[in-house]
């Protein structure tokens, strides 16, 4: 199939890029190489062209002959104050509605989404007594004593983690994850409307080689392996239990092959996630141990929006898609402790 990837510069696209090419796909790659993500004046590496996906025109010439679109391109993180709102609005959002417009125009009815486990907000949580609830939020006397858990709203009980499926309320608590809920929303419309295939792929803790460094918007994992390069020991929040899924690039790029392969009709959301849940302290633990470096310090400090855990059932990817991870996060994290990482 002739598939238009946007994004293709970045760390997951490029990825992407890779896999649909081994899978025999015509890959038609753009990228605007925001400054962002690649420093200023980068150029798109070889088999990308520049283009950006707000531009209808561009969009258009590109969409000739294709038969399906992966959509990757975005800006990512989780956004450090307000002023970030109208990249988000700009490159996710409108970039999105052009995509759409454009899709239509051509006839080409299909896409596969980049989402993120960001559009939950928060993980699924269970009390003893009560089954499963919806968490109060988490008390600062609580957190100040290193109670890090989350109560029962109907009794205080500390609370415990369950996986997170598909069909969990979409809660957005940051900018970043109300533009990638807008992003969903858009496409799940534009799929009623003109009757096309949208696959979102809810990407979990994503890491792997060429992974961003240390900046504000990087993920945790990176975060760690730059102050082990640095010559620091990863610092830990709370108590290093927090829960999450850690999905390595290989995996969620097979995930997109899986996903273009498998011509659904309608909208489709699914996790894309390991399956092995791991907490934060056992990350920075298989990072120092494969660099042979001493363990990380948990510091019990808190930030108080931080989600406490979420852990995605890998169940809806496999039923639906035939996809499931094959890299446990505790080998591929070993690996990561010396891959490169980019800018
Ligand atoms: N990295 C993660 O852990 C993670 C988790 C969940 C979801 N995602 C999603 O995966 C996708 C890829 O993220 P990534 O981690 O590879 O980030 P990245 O920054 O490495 O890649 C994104 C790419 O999109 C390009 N881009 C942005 N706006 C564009 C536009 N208007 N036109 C053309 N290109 C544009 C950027 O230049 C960049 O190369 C994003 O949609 C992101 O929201 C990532
Ligand atoms: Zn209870």
């Not at 790029?253 to 399956?275: E, L, Y």
């Amino acid at each position: 199939m002739r598939v238009l990837l946007t994004g293709a510069a970045g760390f997951i696209g490029s990825r992407i890029a890779a896999a649909l090419a081994d899978a025999g796909h015509d890959v038609v790659g753009v990228d605007v190489m925001l400054p962002n993500a690649h420093g200023v004046d980068a150029e798109p590496p070889e088999g990308v062209q520049l283009a950006d996906v707000r531009d209808a025109g561009a969009v258009a010439s590109l969409l000739d002959g294709v038969d399906v679109v992966c959509h990757q391109a975005a800006v990512v993180g989780a956004g450090v104050d307000a002023a970030d709102a109208p990249s988000y609005g700009s490159h996710n959002d409108y970039a999105t509605t052009v995509l759409l417009a454009e899709m239509f125009a051509a006839g080409c009815r299909r896409l596969v989404l980049a989402s993120s486990m960001v559009v939950y907000g928060q993980g699924r949580y269970s009390c003893s007594e009560h089954g499963v609830v919806d968490p109060l939020p988490r008390r600062r006397a609580d957190l100040d004593a290193g109670v890090f858990e989350h109560r029962c709203p109907l009794g205080g009980e500390e609370l415990t983690w369950q996986l997170v499926d598909e069909d969990a309320a979409l809660r957005p608590r940051s900018l970043y994850a109300a533009s990638k809920v807008a992003q969903e929303n858009y496409a799940l419309a534009w799929a009623e409307a003109t009757g096309g295939s949208v696959v979102a792929l809810r990407y979990h803790n994503v890491y792997g080689p060429n992974m961003p460094r240390d900046t504000p918007y990087s993920g945790v994992a990176a975060i760690f392996r730059s102050e082990l390069e640095a010559g620091d020991v990863p610092r830990v929040f709370e108590d290093g239990g927090q829960m999450r899924d850690f999905v390595h690039v290989d995996d969620v790029a097979a995930a997109n092959v899986a996903a273009i392969n498998a011509n659904r009709d309608g909208f489709t959301p699914a996790n894309v996630c390991s399956g092995r849940p791991i907490s934060i302290l056992e990350v920075a633990n298989e990072l120092c141990d494969a660099r042979g470096e001493s363990s990380p310090v948990v510091t019990g400090q808190y930030r108080s929006g931080d989600v406490r855990h979420i852990v995605a059932s890998p169940a809806g990817a496999a039923e639906l898609l035939g996809f499931r991870a094959v890299i446990d996060p505790r080998d591929g994290l070993r690996e990561f402790a010396y891959a490169p990482l980019r800018g």
